[in-house]
């Protein structure tokens, strides 16, 4: 292992699942038969690959020459300011190539599956930025794609719909269920199981059937261990407060992770609540789910008495998820994650608060992390710091945000 | 096996022909109707599997997920799911019956409350399509306690040391899955089956039951020369789908049965 040495990562595998991917009591891999052996072969590509100092000198230099790692840590003066308390750092990752964190997954993805000798790849999406990340990586691979997305979700992200046609993929409108990204995910297995031979499922977020939450950890760490490097340099201390949004916890898992043995760092994620945690259109699993099986893991659900899957509700479609990865289930359990929600119209004043005042667009996904940092730094002293992850830009987000805005009707 | 499973396959096998293994999913349309039709269905076949209805149905094709969202719809609840199986058990002493579907409803429940439950109901066996072997923790005591068969599935791409796990971890019957898809896909290779399902039985004493994708009577009499049960599901989901009433359907699911029974008879005796 002595060739797996980097100035900036670490290669270690810590906190990891038992054998079977077991976090405590949650994730596992309960998939159909038919999908055991695929994934058994994913698990096993994806620890040669890891173990390999190739594998890693190409995947750091698409990261680095194509991706424009390592993102900047911003330290947000006027935002500050303006919430009054701790000093807040932005880790910019809206300024990867594709404009959000999920290309830091479909590089290492699409890199085990080139490895791997498939073909095809096949993704669900939400908010259409993983779709866009894995359309991107297919066509830099020249690999077929296709991308499945709830119908309701299409609706209100058409620009990434578009985007990902532009790319060459085939976008799938998926009308079952609540057509969001849950039956996008139901969609993408069922396909998978009919196309395992020749196709690689890029899933988009750190939950799923073992390995998906393990694998989709590792390949996002990179986003927690500059930040950890930066703040270092840049503050000469590690922060109070590391913060990040959830729908599955892949951009939550890949700032926190590094965190999680600096026991001084208080770690956060922020749920959507949607119209309100209290009238049950929100998509916060963690603050109000159950434990339960979807998705081919135990982990928190939002669900009824008798197990069926609840629909979700979230102006942002990356978090309109009813599920969560089973890791960050564990880390609540255990006492080492913090919880916090912030509502449709707190994301929307967190993400005018931060454009006004700094210049930068977030998405509506990071929008909610925005909210609830800069609430927690109001609290805290002003030689205090706290990191929130910006997971994304804005762009995609636009025409849903006027909407909401009420511009678009008074434009004429 | 269980007792009743092993007095199934036994009589088909003196009678020279393969099981016949009907599905629907319970409370399809509607919890009263559903009774109805799992009895038409029940009196022509040796197993009946009876779907537990759940809203994220991920190995299924659209058919049987269509019949999960009219149960749900009509407002079925997993007691609906008992009441139904105990209907089939009372009027049908000697048929296997089989519960089938998705983790999270028994896991909500409890597993031990479940297969209580389900031991009560006359039911002999319980499939979970997203527990394979190696997740069997959660619910492997608690489905012995109760003397209910845990029923695995193969597929395709199992390879030998899957068929090992699953004819060690399993009992009552091997489900192999004919394709690699969902429920309702068309059938796969017949000869690709027959050799798969050879090489299973040549591992395991244990019935193998092959689905997925069966519709035709012919295809129903071809996998029944070497399988020990044929398992239809989605062809008997649509007869309740196709039919303008209910009466009709009710005769629909019959008269398909009896068809498919009688060409699987044919065969063998041809063969
Ligand atoms: C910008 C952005 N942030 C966050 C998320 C939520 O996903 P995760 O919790 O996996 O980071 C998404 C999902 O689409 C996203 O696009």
Redesign the pocket.
């Known amino acids: 292992m002595s060739s797996l040495e980097h100035p900036l990562y670490n290669f270690e595998i810590t906190h990891a699942p038992d054998a079977g991917g077991h976090f405590g009591r949650f994730g596992g891999r309960f998939a159909a038969e038919t999908l055991m052996q695929p994934l058994l072969e994913i698990e096993q590509a994806f620890y040669a690959a890891w173990a390999d100092p190739e594998f890693h000198r190409e995947r750091l230099d698409l990261l680095k020459n194509y991706v424009g790692r390592a993102t900047p840590l911003y330290h947000a003066e006027r935002l500050t300011k303006l919430s009054g308390g701790a000093q807040i750092y932005l880790k910019r ?2 300024l990867n190539h594709t ?4 290309i830091n997954n479909t590089i290492g993805q699409g890199l085990l599956a080139r490895r791997m000798g498939k073909k095809r790849v096949i993704a669900e ?6 779709g866009v990340a894995t359309a991107t990586v297919a066509a830099m691979f020249g690999m077929q794609c296709d991308i499945f997305m709830g119908r309701e979700d299409m609706a209100r992200q058409m620009p990434n719909v578009l985007r990902m046609r532009l790319l060459g993929a085939n976008v799938i409108p998926v009308d079952s269920g609540t057509a969001t990204l849950k039956d996008a995910v139901n969609e993408a297995l069922r396909n998978w199981v009919a196309s395992c031979e020749d196709t690689f499922y890029i899933f ?3 939950a799923g059937p073992h390995p998906y939450p393990l694998l989709v950890r590792q390949f996002h760490t990179v986003i927690g261990q500059e930040a950890r490097a930066q703040i270092l340099e840049q503050a000469g201390r590690l922060p109070d407060v590391a913060i ?9 898992i ?1 700032l926190l992770h590094p965190f999680r043995d600096d026991l001084d760092v208080r770690l956060v994620a922020v749920e959507a609540a949607g119209y309100g945690l209290k009238t049950g259109k929100h998509a916060a699993s963690l603050a109000a789910g159950k434990a339960g099986i979807l998705h081919g893991n135990l982990t928190y659900l939002l669900e009824d008495d008798e197990g069926q899957v609840l629909g979700t509700h979230s102006i ?4 309109d998820y009813p599920g969560v ?1 089973p890791e960050l289930a564990l880390m609540l359990e255990e006492g080492r994650l913090e919880l916090d929600a912030a509502t449709d119209d707190e994301a929307l004043t967190a993400l005018q608060q931060l454009t006004r005042s700094e210049g930068i667009i977030p ?1 509506l ?2 929008s909610h992390a925005i909210a609830a940092g800069c609430r927690i730094a109001a609290t805290m002293r002003e030689d205090q710091i706290v990191i929130i992850n910006l ?3 804005g762009d995609k987000d636009m025409d849903n945000v006027f909407k909401h805005l009420g511009w678009l009707e008074e434009k004429q | 096996m269980s007792a009743r499973l092993a007095r199934v396959f036994k009589r088909c096998k003196e009678a020279h022909r393969a099981a016949l293994v009907g599905y629907l999913t319970a409370g399809d349309p509607n919890p009263e109707q559903s009774q109805e039709l799992l009895l038409s269905l029940a009196a022509e076949c040796d197993i009946i599997e009876i779907g537990m209805p759940f809203s994220d149905p991920m190995a299924d094709g659209p058919v049987i997920e269509a019949a999960s969202e009219r149960a749900l719809a009509a407002g079925t609840h997993i007691q609906d799911v008992f009441h139904l199986s105990q209907a089939v058990r009372l009027a049908n002493p000697e048929i296997g019956i089989i519960l089938m579907g998705y983790a999270n409803v028994p896991y909500v429940m409890g597993f031990e409350r479940f297969a209580e439950r389900a031991e009560k109901a006359g039911v002999d066996g319980v499939l979970i399509v997203d527990i394979p072997p190696e997740e069997g923790a959660i619910c492997d005591e608690a489905l012995k306690a109760h003397n209910l068969d845990r029923i695995l599935l193969l597929s395709p791409t199992s390879p030998d040391e899957r068929i090992h796990l699953a004819c060690a971890k399993g009992s009552g019957f091997i489900y192999y899955v004919s394709l690699t898809g969902i429920t309702g896909a068309e059938m796969g290779d017949i000869i690709e089956i027959q050799n798969k399902v050879a090489h299973i039985q040549s591992i395991s004493e244990m019935p193998v039951c092959v689905g997925f994708g069966i519709k035709t009577a012919a295809q129903a009499a071809a996998v029944g020369r070497f399988a020990d049960g044929v398992v239809v599901g989605s062809h008997f989901v649509n007869q309740i789908a196709s039919q303008q009433n209910h009466h009709q359907s009710v005769a629909a699911l019959s008269a398909t049965a009896m068809a498919l029974r009688a060409a699987m008879h044919r065969e063998i005796n041809a063969g």
């Open positions: 990752e809206d404009g959000a964190h999920k999406t939400g908010a259409g930025q993983h988009g977020t750190a990040a949004c959830v729908g599955g916890g892949s951009n939550a890949g942002s479609a990356g978090l990865g998405a996904e990071s997971s994304g830009r």
